[in-house]
């Protein structure tokens, strides 16, 4: 039943790719090959994966980011995955990025064990309605188009958000950094508070387009952090890097359970991370807090204007 299972999604993809796939710019035959059980990749996808692999392993020894800005996209426009199996994928890969993470900033003095405790819960329960959300989109036929608009307007949020935000927030306490919004999560190692009744709805939002994109949420948790809080950019980072672990491992489990996630693939992202997370860090290190915000923008910026350049030149 399982395997029937697995049938029917890859021919609702095969029927979506000959219908809608000129958002994804691949034919139903390249769609169906990531499908079920893993196939023998080409020399030039596995050397597509890899070097994607070495740049999330970059951005994530930089950033203390997952890199799923960077995976998904990729892996859906360039390599034809679908989006389900790509988001699985991805999310999968990242697992091993967020123990990684979590152990820098441990190491670093800033990782903040309870506000990874505290949201949790609130991030699984996001992470599920944004898994649920997609299946049914890709039921309707819609997931790769849905899956392109939202990464657009969350990057540009993001990259908006970064951008704008002050050029030492750590110099002053951000306006959610309060006790008048109810009660707070005392934040020691960077001395500041944060609301429950921020972080709760927080927490379930950045979860469901966790689930939805294959991100791990430092997208929107640095900006908030940042903004909201007055964390500096390094320390917002290592702070969320709890929430990465819960999103990715709770993801995981669910796109693995529908059959959606290709460990060959994921374990080959996972290799070039590896490699290349050290370099990352290293380059961190040497980058003051401001320079690492307008690199981070760059780069998002970059990733939005491909995806909007690619969705107009597909629809023509």
Known sequence: MHNASIHRHCCDVRAVAGLVGGSLGVSPREDQRFCGKATTLTIVETLIILLLGCAVGVTAGMFSVGGGILITPILVNMLGMPPMVAVGTGLCQMIGVAVASMI???RSGLGELKLAVV????????????VGL??????????????????????????????TAPADPGAVRGVLSTSSLGPTLALSKVERVVPYLVLVPAAIVIGALGGILGIGGGLLWTPLLTRGVGMRVNSAAMASTGVLLVTSVSGTVNYALAGNVRLDIAMLM???????????ITIGKKISPAKLKWTFVL??????????????????
């Open 134 to 163: 997609l299946q049914h989109l890709n039921t309707l036929g819609l997931a790769a188009s849905f899956v392109n608009i939202a990464f657009i307007l969350v990057l540009a949020t993001g990259a908006l958000l970064m951008a």
């Open 119 to 130: 949201i949790a819960v609130p991030t699984w329960i996001g992470v599920q309605l944004g």
């Open 270 to 280: 996972l290799i070039g991370a590896s490699i290349f997370a050290q370099l990352g």
């Open 299 to 316: 780069m998002v910026i970059c990733m939005d204007s491909y995806l909007i350049l690619k969705t107009i030149l597909d629809a023509r």
């Open 104 to 106: 820098k900033a441990q």
